[in-house]
């Protein structure tokens, strides 16, 4: 029996052993849903999985790359109990399989047996991606959604022309651009008096920053500067000397941000002009 094998006999075991009274176990599936997660990354994804099962149950599979390590694959397998129409008790699955030695470079060939059939497949790159590797290469053909946050890249924007090159490919999302939204309404309410705007003052992330600019470069057809202050979050936008009002509502957490990304499933034309405007 192959890995694949074993993953699926280990499956079949737990849900054997969940069914009560001769009852079939539900098995709560709304996609499948990939994390790329080297081991710095791992417990930040495992903790943003916790927040989403009950309102994205799916099959989850992590890939763990190792490869200093010498044993090439191994896997743990769980089920988690979540509520399906508010009563019924359903149980999304989780495989953690950890990739060492050569198997780093081939993780499709563990996860196109392990896809649900008719279902769409999300993967959410933590970290920077590894630009040309085979193992991007590979999870972008076989992925509806991919999902990034590039707040979490090092020398932002250098990597977004490098993301750009996806967009033909496959869909593609950044957390760092959606977690804008709220600002990005507050500029746009300021039309038509924002159409002179020369320079836009920003205290937050770089790369949500980046991204607000780039996306009204690309509103507007024209060069606007950008001046930043460091902050973990936006927290102050500036038009020329006027401060924007903030917003309402706030971004919410890790879970609820990738929350929103797996509700979408299109490509977003603004979003891509607004990353290839940021350089």
């Not at 939204?181 to 002179?196: D, M, N, S, V, Y």
């Amino acid at each position: 029996m192959g890995i694949v094998g074993e993953i699926e006999h280990e499956l079949a075991r737990l849900r054997e052993k969940e069914s009560r009274d001769d009852a079939p176990v539900l098995r709560a599936s709304t996609m499948t849903h990939l994390v790329w997660a080297p081991p710095r990354w791992l417990p930040r994804a495992q903790a943003t999985l916790a927040g989403l099962q009950e309102s994205h149950p799916a099959r989850t599979i992590f890939l763990v790359p190792e490869p200093g390590r010498a044993k090439g694959i191994t896997f743990h397998v769980s089920l988690h109990a979540v509520q399906v129409d508010g009563s019924r008790e359903a149980f999304a699955e989780v495989i953690e399989i950890h990739l060492g030695g050569a198997a780093v470079e081939h993780p499709a060939s563990m996860v196109l047996p392990l896809l649900i059939s008719d279902l769409p497949v999300f993967c959410r790159w933590r970290g920077e991606p590894d630009w040309g590797s085979t193992q991007l290469e590979q999870l972008v053909e076989i992925t509806d959604r991919f999902v990034v946050n590039s707040s979490e890249w090092p020398g932002v924007p250098r990597q977004y022309p490098l993301l750009a090159e996806l967009f033909d490919r496959t869909a593609v999302s950044d957390i760092a651009f959606s977690r804008t939204l709220q600002w990005r309404a507050r500029l746009a309410h300021r039309w038509p008096g924002i159409k002179t705007i020369e320079r836009l003052r920003v205290e937050g992330p770089h790369a949500d920053a980046l991204l607000v600019v780039g996306w009204l470069r690309s509103r507007l057809k024209r060069e606007i500067t950008l001046v930043r202050r460091p902050a973990d979050e936006i927290t102050s936008i500036r038009v020329g000397g006027d401060e924007v009002l903030q917003p309402v509502s706030q971004p919410g957490g890790a879970a609820d941000l990738l929350s929103a990304e797996l509700d979408v499933y299109g490509r977003d034309p603004i979003y891509e002009a607004a990353t290839k405007a940021t350089v």
